[in-house]
């Protein structure tokens, strides 16, 4: 596994409210836009996913739970779920909010695995990928494997906390397989991608303006890395589906993260991240495909809204350009193996 270091700045972790899909979701389902969300439920609830009873009867998740881990539907234990981890940011979850965070990716990874299926029962995508998004500082770096401190952690089982808040580490294997999981509702998908786009382009705003070397380079590896995984989840979920329902996903997909976009451009000194992830956003265009160099290029194609937004004569280098499209399409190529294995 390759360690590289983070660039010697202050740790990116907002304390901004992430930039969610759930508003928009409900938004879109009232107005009847898309196909809805129960079209991914039923195409989901046919025999190919996990119960929640099987979810339910894990030693892990009756541990955390107690007799709330007997409940008596899907959404009874989606909600036992969230509650047991429930906070805002980094700086505010708790410790027991993260062990429990560890506890369900872990449960269910297991789970799925024993199963050797695919996904989970529809009811529990969008919570779990709301719980998710909630740790998206955390998740990106187990995704992109590039800090050591979260490598030595993994054996651990444990979080641990620093000046910067709470952490959570998992096998990378783990987070995959329910990320894979939960994507099969691209709802629950768009809700983990808007969280990382918008994380990484927190990462861009916060390297120094004169970072060079590693401290420029580092973010934007991590970035790529991250994306792409999430690349290759998307292209596992949409190969298994018949064309027309591909279709449709990507449609969903795409629908969602170009509804977060704001009415209008914030500016770079007032919200530097808001801005660089808002340029990217506008580029979605309804047909856009989760193939699309869009979102396959999309850790290097950040880079000019970013270099733009600092107005201080500032280009990123091609050579950066170059190392992100490389590094997403590596990390996506990886994942994709490794998602054939699962």
Same mark, same amino acid.
């Given at each position: ?46 025999? !190919?996913?996990?119960? $929640? ?5 894990? %030693? ?13 539907? $899907?959404? %009874? ?13 980094? !700086? ?20 799925? !695995? ?58 990378? !294997? ?128 950040? &880079? ?19 190392? $992100? ?16 294995? &699962?």
């Amino acid at each position: 596994m390759t360690t590289q270091p983070h660039a010697p700045t202050a740790n990116p972790r907002s304390s901004r409210p992430r930039r969610a899909v759930a508003l928009a979701i409900g938004i879109l389902v009232l107005a009847g836009g898309g196909t809805g969300i129960w079209l991914w439920q039923h195409n989901a609830g046919n025999g !190919e996913a996990v119960e $929640c009873s099987a979810l339910a009867r894990n %030693a892990k998740i009756e541990d955390l739970l107690g007799s709330a881990s007997q409940a008596p539907s $899907c959404d %009874a234990l989606a909600r036992a779920l969230k509650r047991a981890v429930k906070g805002g940011t980094a !700086e505010d979850h708790s410790v027991a909010q993260a062990q429990a965070v560890i506890d369900i990716l872990q449960a269910t990874s297991d789970v799925l !695995e024993e199963s050797g299926k695919k996904s989970l029962d529809a009811s529990l995508h969008l919570p779990m990928a709301e719980m998710i998004a909630d740790y998206t500082p955390e998740t990106h770096e187990i995704l992109a494997q590039l800090d050591a401190e979260y490598v030595t952690h993994i054996s651990d089982g444990k979080p641990w906390r620093d000046e910067s808040g709470v952490h959570i580490a998992v096998d990378h !294997e783990v987070l995959v397989r329910v990320l894979r999981a939960l994507s099969q509702t691209p709802e629950a998908y768009a809700e983990v991608r808007a969280a990382e786009g918008h994380y990484a382009a927190e990462n861009l705003a916060s390297i120094s303006p004169t970072a060079d070397g590693a401290a420029l380079s580092a973010r934007p590896a991590g970035n790529a890395r991250a994306l792409g995984v999430l690349d290759a989840i998307a292209e596992d979920v949409t190969s298994a589906l018949h064309e027309d329902e591909a279709v449709e996903w990507d449609k969903r997909m795409v629908q969602l993260l170009r509804s977060t976009s704001p009415a209008g451009v914030p500016s770079y000194a007032s919200d530097a991240a808001g801005y660089i992830d808002t340029m990217w956003t506008r580029t979605l265009m309804p047909t856009t495909r989760n193939g699309d160099k869009t979102f396959r290029e999309q850790s290097s194609r950040i &880079l000019d809204p970013w270099g733009k937004g600092r107005g201080d004569g500032f280009k990123p280098p091609s050579g950066l350009k170059e190392d $992100c499209v490389n590094g997403q399409f590596a990390a996506y190529e990886e994942t994709k193996r490794a998602l054939g294995d &699962l």
